[in-house]
């Protein structure tokens, strides 16, 4: 069911017409942009490396939780959005965000963090929500898409896929010779010509996560994730008229390996607020086995 904190939770009706809308929107992003030609679209292993010059990047984050029976739809819809890339002109960029607050109602996610908790809690004020819940999609920083309105959910994409962005580039990402359990990336930015700062983040994210659900309301279920999010850090500001320039180092777990991360770099207003750009990239097949 829909998780929403501190309230109480939505009747049978309202979850069977949230299922239902998320289902119609995996079928609309199956049939927009000419059907069969979107089916055809660019696998994301090779189109979201690196952002081509033609596409605009979109960030969509999914505040989502293996402990919710609402979440796999939406968990879902979101991987179809990665690979299949729908909007033309556009290059999806997304994170999954599992939040802790379902940990306590029979399984524990084992991608919880309560920093990403903290993170959806700070889009309340900013979005306008009364409470954090799940799944909740958050495109650019500005615009919630709370009940899988196909419809709204192409708009939302669109217009973001309209706006001036701050190029993003992640010109190096290499495991360190003298440190394997060490990721360097090379992360700039074009100049910020908007009517504020910025910060700078970098999200290391798991490209795909398979999990086999033993208890809660998604027990015996087999759940696939992608981009699943291990932490976002704050690298830096980006203040008015200036840009970005840095190496960045990221700290690898035991048994984590290149070939199954990714790395998003993205420019944010304080509150947060919205999203000036973003890029993504995974490390080169030549160290995916160091």
């Known amino acids: 069911m829909i998780r ?72 879902a819809l979101l991987e179809k959005m990665d690979a299949y890339q729908p ?35 700070s889009y309340e004020a900013v979005l306008r929500v009364n409470e954090p819940y799940t799944p909740q999609f958050i495109v650019d920083g500005s615009v919630e898409l709370r009940q899988g309105d196909p419809q709204r959910v192409d708009n939302a994409l669109k217009k973001a896929q309209a706006a001036a962005k701050i190029p993003v580039y992640i010109d190096e990402l290499n495991v360190d010779a003298a440190n394997p359990a060490v990721l360097r990336a090379h992360v700039r930015t074009g100049d910020n ?20 659900v033993l208890h809660g309301e998604n027990g015996g279920r087999h759940l ?30 035991p048994g984590e390996y290149p070939r199954n991360l990714r790395v998003i770099a993205f420019i944010q207003e304080d509150g947060p607020g919205a999203v000036l750009g973003a890029a993504l990239r995974k490390p080169a097949s030549k160290i995916e086995n160091k």
Request: hydrophobic share 40%.
């Open 4 to 75: 929403i904190r501190g309230s109480a939770r939505p009747s049978l009706v309202y979850t069977l017409f949230f299922f239902g809308s998320l289902c119609l929107c995996l079928l609309f992003l199956e049939n927009a942009s000419g059907g069969a030609q979107l089916l055809q679209g660019t696998n994301a292993a090779d189109a979201t490396t690196t952002a081509s010059a033609e596409a605009h990047p979109v960030l969509v984050e999914l505040f989502t939780s293996e402990g919710c029976s609402s979440c796999p739809p939406a968990d």
């Open 87 to 121: 909007i033309a002109g556009a290059q999806l960029i997304v994170l999954s965000e599992h939040v802790d607050y379902w940990d306590h109602d029979g399984w524990k996610d084992p991608n919880s963090s309560s920093a990403l908790t903290e993170r959806q809690k």
């Open 193 to 212: 010509f908007d009517k504020h700062g910025a910060n700078v983040y970098v999200a290391l994210a798991l490209d795909r996560v398979e999990s086999q």
């Open 224 to 253: 696939v994730h992608v981009a699943v999010v291990r932490e976002i850090t704050r690298v830096g500001k980006l203040p008015k008229g200036e840009s970005f320039n840095q190496e960045v180092q990221l700290k690898l777990k």
